[in-house]
């Protein structure tokens, strides 16, 4: 062959491995320059990439012929009538797809002809050389997968299929680097950099190789138990853990004060399965400095990624659930299945609801009367919230109360529904009623939380009632390092005229020697004692408790009350209000109202009866 001159070539800058830009080198790389390059070596033509960068130029510079060859095109960039030399072609995905380098009207005839001499002359083995060659000489930033490579150009380019698009990748790492952040108290990323680094190690071809993994620790129970330093010390524990076992290609993240993250390179469910059980029994191996151990207080969730998973947040979802569960249910690992997924995705569209709910009011307040054990009157109600959501209907508490609890959206409701019973007791009064309590329920992170106090008062100060008409329930629980807090909680609201009561006391951790140091005003028996009042212990203990509640001065309710029978052992023990299906069921606070104006219009004996409760 005799020398030709200068030749530019248009290349195109994202078709990684086969051609692409690198902004290092500050040209093209990759298969195909490799071949013209050995090309221009033999025939003496001088083959230059004209105006390299990372922007596809290639039909621009071809419109206004300045260069000779567009390179690296497929099936669907083929313009109809040019002069074209097929590069090579390749069954992908039961189709073939052929790679070829168009000539423009500026080629010399000379160099369109020695090119596709040359071309014809290259081999498949050859082919496949240049192609493993461009692949080990990839940037380092480009992550291959450990795949199984025949000679066949079929399976070299299930191999370039695997592998990310350098610009692509370079440039998602690049940014996510600028925003890295490490949580201090754990030594691992935060959540926010795992979602910006995610996409740029997290790609099409190699997502199914990858799976999520959550850690929840139960951090509430490890600190009512051993305190608030064994609960940060078993914390960094498990973030130590995390950090020695995270292979190449994972990442991990603190992901909330409850657990921590990963996202693994494991290939099969099997084995990111055996990888997350050796990870959490060493992270439940964990000792206080008490030599207390935690066994059931770690647990873990695995999500594996399927093909159309781009969201982050969304697998993240599905794993803290299933690690959640697994907790409560005492297992060390729940998989993600379908069902699972599929009930977990109706928590997850609740939950985005919750803001249009509210905004909407479709929270609505419900009363549940008490009755005067005595005389079976109507002197109070508790106040039960239900959910009229726009397409699932009427939902019970028990649908979204605890999804609430999980993603501190329940002080929200919690406040929402005290906004509604006091103007409910304020409309009361305007109608008469002047002493009909109600009774509310808070949840614990609520009522301890600092700004409990001033958002109840700011709230119940907006409404003309009397005070002691609204009571708090406060649920019995274990000590822990914010019992001081609701202790001093208690104190203000009962100073500012608010009555409160411990709600299902006798099954829990509570004792009376808790009462006497607790500032209360009465005390709500749980049902599972009612239930029991037909044997002769369970009476026995009833009674007991009735009298020692009524010597420390407080008011004994008694719930769960549904047969006759009940209702006329908890009189004789003298208990002061009960509560059950046997006097009344939930019912909207509409109704409610209308049947307590017209009870304490038509009785003015009414009006007066003692409501202590």
């Given at each position: 062959m005799s020398a030709g001159g200068l030749i530019y070539i248009a290349g195109n800058p994202d078709l990684y491995p086969l051609e692409y830009y690198d902004p290092d080198a500050g040209t093209y790389q990759g298969t195909i320059p490799s071949v013209l390059a050995q090309f221009a070596q033999e025939s003496g033509y001088d083959l230059q990439y004209y105006q390299p960068g990372a922007t596809d130029r290639r039909a621009e510079l071809a419109e206004n012929k300045q260069i000779d060859a567009v390179s690296g095109c497929t099936d669907r960039e083929a313009v109809s009538g040019a002069e074209q030399v097929t590069l090579f072609q390749a069954e992908i995905d039961g189709q073939?797809?052929?790679?070829?380098?168009?000539?423009?009207?500026?080629?010399?005839?000379?160099?369109?002809?020695?090119?596709?001499?040359?071309?014809?002359?290259?081999?498949?083995?050859?082919?496949?050389?240049?192609?493993?060659?461009?692949?080990?000489?990839?940037?380092?930033?480009?992550?291959?997968?450990?795949?199984?490579?025949?000679?066949?150009?079929?399976?070299?380019?299930?191999?370039?299929?695997?592998?990310?698009?350098?610009?692509?990748?370079?440039?998602?790492?690049?940014?996510?680097?600028?925003?890295?952040?490490?949580?201090?108290?754990?030594?691992?990323?935060?959540?926010?950099?795992?979602q910006r680094r995610f996409p740029a190690f997290v790609h099409d071809k190699n997502r199914v190789l990858y799976h999520v993994v959550y850690f929840y620790l139960d951090l509430g129970h490890v600190e009512r138990l051993g305190g608030h330093m064994a609960a940060t010390a078993m914390r960094r524990h498990a973030s130590a853990v995390l950090r020695a076992r995270l292979g190449p290609g994972s990442a991990a993240a603190t992901a909330s004060n409850a657990g921590i993250a990963a996202v693994i390179l494991a290939g099969t469910t099997q084995k990111a399965r055996e990888w997350a059980l050796s990870v959490l029994e060493q992270i439940r191996a964990f000792t206080d400095e008490g030599g207390n151990i935690y066994p059931l207080d770690a647990a873990a969730g695995l999500y594996s990624l399927q093909p159309g998973d781009h969201d982050l947040n969304l697998a993240l979802f599905y794993a803290e659930q299933c690690a959640r569960l697994a907790c409560r249910e005492g297992e060390g690992l729940r998989l993600c299945s379908q069902d699972v997924c599929r009930a977990f995705e109706e928590e997850r569209q609740l939950l985005a609801d919750v803001s249009e709910g509210f905004r909407q009011e479709q929270f609505r307040i419900y009363l549940q009367f008490y009755v005067n054990a005595s005389n079976f009157e109507i002197v109070g109600g508790e106040m039960l919230a239900r959910w009229q959501h726009n397409r699932k209907g009427l939902l019970l508490p028990g649908q979204f109360v605890p999804l609430m609890e999980r993603e501190g959206l329940v002080s929200r409701l919690d406040y929402y529904c005290l906004e509604k019973v006091c103007a409910f007791l304020e409309m009361l009064g305007r109608n008469g009623v002047q002493n009909f309590f109600i009774s509310c329920n808070f949840a614990r992170s609520t009522i301890t939380s600092a700004s409990f106090v001033e958002k109840c008062k700011e709230i119940i100060s907006r409404y003309r009632f009397s005070r002691e008409l609204l009571v708090f329930e406060v649920t019995e629980s274990e000590k822990s390092r914010d019992q001081t807090q609701m202790d001093a909680h208690i104190r203000e609201m009962r100073a500012f005229g608010v009555r409160v009561l411990f709600d299902d006391f006798g099954v829990g951790f509570s004792s009376f020697h808790d009462l006497q140091e607790s500032d209360m005003d009465g005390l709500k028996l749980d049902k599972y004692l009612v239930e029991n009042i037909s044997t002769p212990q369970g009476r026995s203990i009833l009674n007991a408790m009735v009298q020692a509640g009524h010597e420390l001065d407080l008011t004994i309710l008694a719930e769960g009350v549904e047969q006759a029978a009940q209702a006329q052992v908890l009189q004789q023990l003298g208990c002061d209000v009960l509560q059950g299906f046997y006097f009344s069921r939930p019912m909207p606070a509409e109704q409610s109202a209308q049947k307590i104006i017209k009870q304490f219009r038509t009785s003015t004996g009414h009006s007066e009866t003692d409501a202590r409760g």
């Amino acid at each position: 062959m005799s020398a030709g001159g200068l030749i530019y070539i248009a290349g195109n800058p994202d078709l990684y491995p086969l051609e692409y830009y690198d902004p290092d080198a500050g040209t093209y790389q990759g298969t195909i320059p490799s071949v013209l390059a050995q090309f221009a070596q033999e025939s003496g033509y001088d083959l230059q990439y004209y105006q390299p960068g990372a922007t596809d130029r290639r039909a621009e510079l071809a419109e206004n012929k300045q260069i000779d060859a567009v390179s690296g095109c497929t099936d669907r960039e083929a313009v109809s009538g040019a002069e074209q030399v097929t590069l090579f072609q390749a069954e992908i995905d039961g189709q073939t797809v052929t790679y070829s380098l168009i000539f423009t009207d500026s080629a010399p005839e000379d160099f369109v002809q020695a090119l596709r001499s040359y071309l014809s002359g290259v081999t498949q083995p050859e082919w496949t050389g240049a192609m493993l060659q461009s692949v080990s000489q990839s940037p380092q930033s480009v992550s291959l997968l450990p795949v199984s490579i025949g000679l066949g150009l079929t399976v070299c380019l299930l191999l370039a299929a695997l592998t990310l698009s350098v610009r692509r990748f370079r440039r998602q790492l690049r940014q996510a680097e600028r925003f890295r952040s490490i949580d201090p108290e754990t030594g691992l990323d935060t959540m926010e950099y795992l979602q910006r680094r995610f996409p740029a190690f997290v790609h099409d071809k190699n997502r199914v190789l990858y799976h999520v993994v959550y850690f929840y620790l139960d951090l509430g129970h490890v600190e009512r138990l051993g305190g608030h330093m064994a609960a940060t010390a078993m914390r960094r524990h498990a973030s130590a853990v995390l950090r020695a076992r995270l292979g190449p290609g994972s990442a991990a993240a603190t992901a909330s004060n409850a657990g921590i993250a990963a996202v693994i390179l494991a290939g099969t469910t099997q084995k990111a399965r055996e990888w997350a059980l050796s990870v959490l029994e060493q992270i439940r191996a964990f000792t206080d400095e008490g030599g207390n151990i935690y066994p059931l207080d770690a647990a873990a969730g695995l999500y594996s990624l399927q093909p159309g998973d781009h969201d982050l947040n969304l697998a993240l979802f599905y794993a803290e659930q299933c690690a959640r569960l697994a907790c409560r249910e005492g297992e060390g690992l729940r998989l993600c299945s379908q069902d699972v997924c599929r009930a977990f995705e109706e928590e997850r569209q609740l939950l985005a609801d919750v803001s249009e709910g509210f905004r909407q009011e479709q929270f609505r307040i419900y009363l549940q009367f008490y009755v005067n054990a005595s005389n079976f009157e109507i002197v109070g109600g508790e106040m039960l919230a239900r959910w009229q959501h726009n397409r699932k209907g009427l939902l019970l508490p028990g649908q979204f109360v605890p999804l609430m609890e999980r993603e501190g959206l329940v002080s929200r409701l919690d406040y929402y529904c005290l906004e509604k019973v006091c103007a409910f007791l304020e409309m009361l009064g305007r109608n008469g009623v002047q002493n009909f309590f109600i009774s509310c329920n808070f949840a614990r992170s609520t009522i301890t939380s600092a700004s409990f106090v001033e958002k109840c008062k700011e709230i119940i100060s907006r409404y003309r009632f009397s005070r002691e008409l609204l009571v708090f329930e406060v649920t019995e629980s274990e000590k822990s390092r914010d019992q001081t807090q609701m202790d001093a909680h208690i104190r203000e609201m009962r100073a500012f005229g608010v009555r409160v009561l411990f709600d299902d006391f006798g099954v829990g951790f509570s004792s009376f020697h808790d009462l006497q140091e607790s500032d209360m005003d009465g005390l709500k028996l749980d049902k599972y004692l009612v239930e029991n009042i037909s044997t002769p212990q369970g009476r026995s203990i009833l009674n007991a408790m009735v009298q020692a509640g009524h010597e420390l001065d407080l008011t004994i309710l008694a719930e769960g009350v549904e047969q006759a029978a009940q209702a006329q052992v908890l009189q004789q023990l003298g208990c002061d209000v009960l509560q059950g299906f046997y006097f009344s069921r939930p019912m909207p606070a509409e109704q409610s109202a209308q049947k307590i104006i017209k009870q304490f219009r038509t009785s003015t004996g009414h009006s007066e009866t003692d409501a202590r409760g």
